[in-house]
């Protein structure tokens, strides 16, 4: 949702989903996306969703296109994993630029948009770090605080490095001496455990980053590739047919395809490469964490995570209105495979 149909896009979510923002952010976010598109270049800015916190939640923005986002043509390409894949096919899946995108959250002001860190391969780490350390205790991993300057305490457990073999003995040494020696050293260089900490800014980036990857939904023919295959918005597109707007193939993840390309060849031959670019939500895993309903008075169409509770996307069959809202405090439901 743009600064420009923010006001009917809110709407639309409320009645889908139950999620809805204050009436104070709400008077305020249309002419700050605007300004957020302007001054960051984007070709399009819009809310993304709000994360919940302790003392104040996280409204989150995307700038879309323009100079400022990160392309994704920095990142490694996804080769098929497929036996026998067509390394043809393999290249024009890896060829395909999605539309690169930069997430901010709302500044303390409730006007200005501050920009979020870039996940890096070294804040990934250590986010995972972070998580492994509550798996370990068999606790979830903090919630937000909502205090931007909050850094989250947590511990690595550090394995000992190898140490080079030692030469035998000489002849006459006393051998309990040696073991003696050898078990000393062997305590010595038990594992460490090092004290950390992780910037909160850092969390919050990560946390948008992972339900990104995850979810990003859009009707499917609502993106077109053009000359350069790049992803680009399609401003012909009519919406999905009321009759088939139920059904998850009708809807597609904006970002490099992951599924496709490790389809069967049999079936990767019967797509169409001009219209089926997109990884479609019926190849998620596991089945059934999608969730599907239609008004039929209003014809929208909610599509709703599971893996991630509080995602939804939204979409009235048959026009070009679509649009998606997370809210939530960013837990993954890790069980869902023994929920369903």
């Known amino acids: 949702m743009d600064s420009a149909s923010i006001a009917r896009d809110l709407d639309i979510l409320a009645s889908a989903s139950g999620s809805t923002i204050s009436a104070e952010q709400r008077a305020v976010l249309a002419p700050s996306l605007a300004v957020l598109q302007q001054e960051g270049a984007f070709e399009r800015a819009q809310l993304w969703g709000r994360l919940s916190a302790q003392a104040g939640d996280y409204v989150i923005a995307q700038g879309l296109g323009g100079s400022q986002a990160a392309a994704f043509a920095d990142e490694k390409p996804q080769r ?45 780490q250590a986010n995972k770090d972070f998580e492994a350390w509550f798996a370990s205790e068999g606790r979830a991993a903090d919630l937000l605080t909502g205090n931007r300057g909050n850094k989250f305490e947590y511990s690595v457990v550090i394995p000992p490095e190898p140490k080079p073999e030692k030469p035998a003995p000489a002849e006459g040494e006393e051998g309990e001496e040696a073991e003696a020696e050898a078990a000393e050293e062997e305590e010595e260089a038990g594992p460490k455990i090092e004290q950390r900490t992780l910037a909160e800014e850092q969390r919050v980036a990560f946390l948008v980053s992972q339900i990104d990857s995850s979810t990003s939904v859009v009707p499917k023919g609502s993106v077109i590739l053009d000359s350069s295959r790049r992803a680009l ?94 809210a939530g405090n960013g837990q993954k439901n890790v069980d869902l495979a023994f929920m369903l």
């Open 80 to 124: 098929s994993k497929v036996a026998g894949a067509d390394p043809v096919l393999a290249e024009y899946w890896d060829s395909i630029q999605a539309i690169p995108r930069k997430s901010f959250y709302l500044g303390p002001d409730g006007v200005t948009w501050v920009p979020l860190p870039d996940v890096t391969e070294d804040v990934v």
């Open 233 to 326: 918005r399609n401003a012909y597109f009519a919406g999905v047919p009321a009759n088939d707007a139920r059904s998850l193939s009708q809807y597609v993840h904006l970002r490099k395809p992951e599924s496709l390309p490790n389809l069967p060849a049999d079936e990767r031959s019967e797509l169409d490469s001009a219209a089926d670019f997109l990884d479609p939500l019926s190849l998620d895993q596991p089945k059934g964490c999608w969730s599907v309903v239609k008004d039929e008075v209003t014809g929208v169409v909610a599509v709703r995570s599971l893996v991630w509770p509080g995602y939804t996307a939204y979409h009235v069959a048959g026009t070009s209105t679509y649009g998606a809202f997370y």
